[in-house]
């Protein structure tokens, strides 16, 4: 082999970073246009209600199990870690606020939006993306039917409309299992810890729970219609489609969830 051959054979540091973040831009790129295209066809008519329809019921109703479990369960272990935590300082009366503000703010959209990222985002793009590969996506537009009006939208609209109640449902069970445990294990009083919920909670850390539910309602169906829509290779590629789906909602949540609430934090001030 001659050094010119060796030169061309060896890796190139520079050129895989290069390629590496021409592929991410372009990613991103492809992120934006596609959520720019689904946002207007689910706002702008023709509207496909029945599609709607069946979003809502799968992604809220069929979702309220897997939230409601994990939000109990979620408040009764946080009430007894600050209850142990609190004891070193001697602050255990504190424990029904925290409680009450971490899951409000916090632990209640967040858990939601990761449980909807497991369930949802990844049966969107199984859906999608079986849809991608038998031909029924090219289908529809010999058809004349917009699939992002009738796949996309619909999927977009109702995740923005239901994860917001979702975390309603979830911040109010998850107060409920962290009474449960303080009431039954810890010794208060269950009008005191209720009433001490109540006058701390203000309007405001529940309203900004249910913004950053909306918006993570949003990246969750946005990830899956994405992924499956984009999908190739066959049965393989519709597997790496949901795959990609869950993985990029969790990682966008967590990353929305730190600017919303740095966002949050610097208004308030």
Known sequence: MTAQAARKAAPNPVRAIGRSTLAAISTVGGVGVF?????????????????????????GFF???????????????LALNIFTGGGRFNAEQVMPQIVALGITRELGPVLAALMLAGRVSAAIAAEIGAMRATEQ????????????????????????????????????????????????????SPTVYIRNTISFLESWDIISGL?????????????????????????RGVGRA????????????????????TFF????Q
């Open 35 to 59: 959520a720019v295209r689904g946002v207007v066809a689910a706002l702008t008519p023709p509207w496909f209600f029945g599609q709607l329809w069946r979003q809502i019921v799968a992604i």
């Open 137 to 188: 996506i090219d289908a529809m537009r010999t058809l004349s039917t917009d699939p992002f009006r009738y796949l996309v939208g619909p999927r977009l609209l109702a995740g923005v409309l239901m994860l917001p109640i979702l975390t309603a449902v979830a911040d109010t069970i998850g107060i409920a299992g962290g009474w449960l445990v303080a009431t039954r294990v810890l010794d208060f």
């Open 63 to 77: 979702s309220l199990p897997v939230v409601g479990l994990t939000a109990v369960f979620t408040g009764a272990a």
């Open 265 to 268: 934090t610097h208004a308030a």
């Open 242 to 261: 949901t795959t990609h789906a869950v993985v990029s909602s969790a990682i966008l949540i967590f990353a929305s969830d730190y600017l919303l609430t």
């Open 211 to 235: 913004i950053k539910a909306g918006v993570f309602g949003f990246i969750v169906t946005l990830m899956g219609c994405y992924h499956g829509y984009n999908a190739s290779g066959g049965a």
